[in-house]
């Protein structure tokens, strides 16, 4: 059975920092659509749409009959573990690094046998459940865990490679003064964490929930104002070396489109909060972070950005701040692919209406802080990359993948049109 790690010591200054290496990173085009699903969390599989016959790993074409019509489908997770082996060393440094390390090859109920990680507490010839993640070079790979879930799971070595788990490691929320960063900060606590640092702008300035944050274990409240560079630069300078996951709570919401508005104040603030903050925060931590990405147990291992899902087509009745967190989604991309290489993943999590106080006005459903703080930390320890949160957000996105533009256009349409 799997042991529970043990919350590493101070680390030793003298000692080399384990630079991140990369398991194997070459995958095609079509292969791609297996790490999109991975990073949602979903496992699927190739099926031809003429034959139904389901392979693995992903062709230009059926190796039964031929065709090209092949499409990503969500498949059983069960399986059976036929064989197995243990690594004990590789010419790849990134394996050579973690060896031993445990690969074995399952026989899925959907058919076909694929070769995969295997959990340590997966028994030979037992039966496993299969999972989809994205490894440390961004690819999505396969891993076989047991059926039932088993003591101390999450912190097998391997699995652990796979995930963002909290535990133990040390944790930035840039925003404590909202419910959400407070509802985050107990999440952590709860999960974990060893530090969860938060962050408060003007510090000498009240704040309902205040005492109740500096209660909570673990917490530590910083002075930090994302739209102030010299905070951010002071604060990264005090903790950014230590920072393993960094969760940007960090939000300005105000009704209203480009007309509805006299001139450009609110819309330069939310911009300057909701785009220039992640932008500061991201050139201030980001650099050690990347450095950090392969540092044992409490390696540098994820940034979460916390968007509105309004982010991916505009809304015109927050249309000014639908545009300021488009353009801060559109920075998560450039971010993940500055992070490529390093381990560090970027989970973009979408939600709908927040429970708070400028959204009153909209009907529910929404999403309560606590939901979003319990879902984040979820996805953390999943390993997940892609995340969306309340039930508007997921019909969003599920409208949006049939068609933007549609969906951009029923979104212009007056309500009841």
């Known amino acids: 059975m799997t042991e529970a790690i043990k919350r590493p010591r101070r680390k030793d200054p003298q000692k080399r920092t384990v630079l991140p290496t990369l398991p194997p990173t070459s995958r095609s085009r079509r292969a791609l659509g297996f790490t999109v699903a991975?990073?949602?969390?979903?496992?699927?599989?190739?099926?031809?749409?003429?034959?139904?016959?389901?392979?693995?790993?992903?062709?230009?074409?059926?190796?039964?009959?031929?065709?090209?019509?092949?499409?990503?489908?969500d498949m059983p997770e069960g399986g059976e573990l036929i064989a197995e082996t243990t690594i004990q060393t590789s010419t790849n440094v990134y394996f050579r690094e973690r060896t031993p390390w445990r690969v074995g090859t399952v026989a899925l109920e959907a058919g076909i046998t694929v070769l995969a990680h295997i959990h340590g507490d997966v028994a030979e010839g037992g039966r496993v459940r299969m999972i989809a993640r994205t490894d440390k070079s961004g690819q999505g790979v396969l891993m076989a865990l047991p059926e039932e879930e088993t003591e101390n799971m999450a912190d097998d070595k391997q699995l652990r490679e796979l995930t963002c788990d909290p535990k133990h490691r040390r944790v930035l929320i840039t925003d404590g003064r909202t419910q959400l960063g407070q509802a985050m900060a107990r999440a952590l606590s709860a999960a974990g964490a060893s530090t969860v640092f938060v962050g408060v702008a003007e510090t000498w300035r009240p704040f309902a929930g205040a005492d109740e944050l500096a209660a909570i274990p673990n917490v530590e409240v910083m002075g930090l104002d994302v739209t102030d560079t010299v905070s951010v630069n002071e604060l990264a300078s005090e903790i950014g070396g230590k920072?393993?996951?960094?969760?940007?709570?960090?939000?300005?919401?105000?009704?209203?489109?480009?007309?509805?508005?006299?001139?450009?104040?609110?819309?330069?603030?939310?911009?300057?909060?909701?785009?220039?903050?992640?932008?500061?925060?991201?050139?201030?931590?980001?650099?050690?972070?990347?450095?950090?990405?392969?540092d044992g147990v409490n390696s540098a291992c994820?940034?979460?950005?916390?968007?509105?899902?309004?982010?991916?087509?505009?809304?015109?009745?927050?249309?000014?701040?639908?545009?300021?967190?488009?353009?801060?989604?559109?920075?998560?991309?450039?971010?993940?692919?500055?992070?490529?290489?390093?381990?560090?993943?970027?989970?973009?999590?979408?939600?709908?209406?927040?429970?708070?106080?400028?959204?009153?006005?909209?009907?529910?459903?929404?999403?309560t802080p606590e939901g979003l703080a319990k879902a984040v930390v979820g996805a953390l320890q999943q390993g997940l990359e892609e995340l969306t949160v309340g039930a508007v957000a997921e019909d969003f996105l599920t409208r949006w993948k049939q068609d933007p533009r549609v969906l951009a256009r029923e979104l212009t349409q007056p309500e009841g049109a």
């Open 38 to 73: 991975a990073a949602e969390g979903r496992f699927v599989l190739q099926k031809c749409n003429d034959c139904d016959a389901v392979t693995y790993p992903p062709r230009e074409a059926c190796p039964k009959c031929l065709s090209m019509n092949l499409a990503w489908r």
């Open 243 to 294: 920072v393993d996951i960094l969760i940007n709570t960090a939000e300005y919401v105000r009704a209203g489109g480009a007309m509805d508005r006299d001139g450009i104040v609110t819309a330069r603030d939310e911009m300057e909060v909701n785009y220039f903050g992640p932008l500061r925060l991201i050139q201030a931590f980001g650099p050690g972070m990347r450095f950090r990405g392969a």
């Open 302 to 367: 994820a940034w979460v950005n916390l968007l509105s899902v309004y982010a991916l087509s505009n809304w015109p009745a927050y249309g000014s701040t639908s545009a300021s967190q488009a353009a801060a989604y559109s920075l998560s991309q450039c971010l993940r692919g500055e992070f490529h290489g390093s381990g560090v993943k970027v989970l973009n999590a979408l939600f709908g209406p927040l429970e708070e106080d400028w959204r009153q006005h909209l009907p529910p459903p929404k999403v």
